[in-house]
């Protein structure tokens, strides 16, 4: 088991590590200055999505007798913990750790980095993983994809769940960076907002800050 967990450990580094952490250090360019909750956001989605993979490849050791590579695959298919709402939480915990070093950066070269990243996982789950698995492990295997979606929501014929919720990080992003509310450092929200003025035809924006 110990030899398990530190091939594990070593394909984490490799690549995970270099998917979820590394790639996108490398194609942000520079980073905003966010109020401090948008950076504690964007950290706590991070981790959320670091503890969704750890847990994943700690079954994939321990329950599956296997790791996360695919050379060395769990030899029992792991249907027991996250495994029981979607059949692909690893991919989903490294997505969530690259969405969050978007919000923490505020930077839309990572979240086009998502994009590419997921339609990758996308195209190497249809193509290669389940028609392996259904090779491996039969009806076994045609049995748990009847009553466990491939990503969060169960779709007819194409998986519109993972689209809907990069569409919600991109629209995520984009309102806490460009949207009608302005971020700044200092943790400070600045809102910006308009009223009537008395004897004037016209409106004039007002501002209001909140400190966090």
């Known amino acids: 088991m110990l030899w398990r967990l530190f091939k594990t450990a070593i394909f ?9 952490v590394l790639g996108p250090q490398w194609v ?8 401090l ?3 504690v956001l964007g950290l706590a989605w991070f981790l959320i999505g670091v503890a969704i993979y750890l847990w994943c ?3 994939f050791a321990v329950k599956g007798l296997g790791t996360p590579a695919p050379s060395d695959a769990p030899c029992s298919l792991v249907v027991k913990g996250l495994y029981r709402y979607t059949r692909n939480p690893m991919y989903l915990g490294v997505s969530s750790m690259i969405l969050g070093q978007a919000i923490y950066y505020g930077s839309f070269s990572i ?4 994009l590419a990243i997921v ?3 996308n195209l190497f789950v249809r193509f290669y993983e389940e028609p392996t698995l259904c090779r491996l492990f ?3 295997y045609d049995e748990y994809c009847r009553k466990v979606p491939r990503w969060l929501l169960r779709v ?3 998986d519109l769940g993972a689209l809907v919720l990069l569409a919600l990080g991109v629209f995520l992003v984009h309102t806490l960076t460009n949207g009608p509310y302005g971020f700044h450092r200092d943790g400070l929200l600045t809102m910006s907002i308009t009223r009537n003025l008395p004897g004037r035809g016209r409106s004039s924006p007002k501002h209001f800050r909140y400190y966090g």
Do not use: C, H, K
Request: net charge neutral.
């Open 138 to 140: 039969g009806e076994q």
């Open 37 to 39: 909750v948008v950076r």
């Open 28 to 35: 942000r360019n520079g980073a905003m200055e966010l109020a």
């Open 12 to 20: 984490s580094i490799v690549a995970p590590g270099t998917v979820g």
């Open 57 to 59: 490849a700690w079954d």
């Open 119 to 121: 339609l990758g996982f």
């Open 111 to 114: 979240v086009v980095y998502l």
């Open 156 to 158: 007819a014929s194409r």
